[in-house]
Every structure is written in C-alpha cells, then in structure tokens.
C-alpha cells in the first residue's frame, strides 16, 4: 500500500521544539516531498519542502526557525521545529508527488499543539 507515515506531533511551550518525520511507503519516483500544516478554521498552507530539483521551500513565517532534512535512503523527511509559537500549532500534513502515477500523497496528519 502506498503511504506517507507521520510521526512526532504533540504538546509543546512557546519557545520549545518538534521533530517531526515522514517515510514514504511503496511511493515510487517522488518528485517532491514536504510539510503542510492547517490551523482550525484555516487552509492548509505550505510549510516547508524539497521541490523537484532538490532545493527547500520555507514559508516566511518559518525561516529561521523550522529546517527540513531528508534521509533518501529511507525515504523520510524531516521538520525539525525551533523557537515554536502559538500560531504554528495545527495539524500537520506530510506531502509527496510521485512521476510514477502522477498523483499527490497525503498523510493522515500530526496534530502540534503550542501551548503554556
């Protein structure tokens, strides 16, 4: 079965860190491979990725803070989470395109939770 398995979320304080990972299952040529996270009452918006030529995209409101990381052999990505705050809690949603079948994956999603 084709899958993108997600591991990590949680409760942290502001000012704390996550780490979240992603491997992919069974997904053949993936072409690009990120986060995405969606705030109650939001849309889903991008957070950081690899895109097809293997450079990283960040959302403004994460640069500095956040940092992706892969592990090809394993097929896993990784959100390492810095300095977290309020408004990044969400769930977040592991994202990869396959060439192969020319489809988009999603995971089921990680639920971070920024709170005192």
């Known amino acids: 079965q084709e899958q993108l398995v997600e591991s990590g979320g949680g409760l942290v304080q502001p000012g704390g860190s996550l780490r979240l990972s992603c491997t992919a299952r069974?997904?053949?040529?993936?072409?690009?491979m990120g986060w995405y996270r969606q705030a109650p009452g939001e849309q889903r918006e991008l957070v950081a990725r690899?895109?097809?030529?293997?450079?990283?995209d960040y959302a403004d409101s994460v640069t500095g803070r956040f940092t992706i990381s892969r592990d090809n052999a394993k097929d896993t990505i990784h959100l390492q989470m810095n300095s977290l705050k309020p408004e990044d809690a969400g769930v977040y949603y592991c994202?990869?395109?396959?060439?192969?079948?020319?489809?988009?994956?999603w995971g089921e999603g990680t639920l971070v939770t920024v709170s005192s």
């Open positions: 994202n990869a395109y396959s060439s192969y079948r020319a489809t988009y994956y």
């Open positions: 690899f895109t097809s030529v293997g450079t990283t």
């Open positions: 069974n997904i053949l040529s993936i072409v690009t």
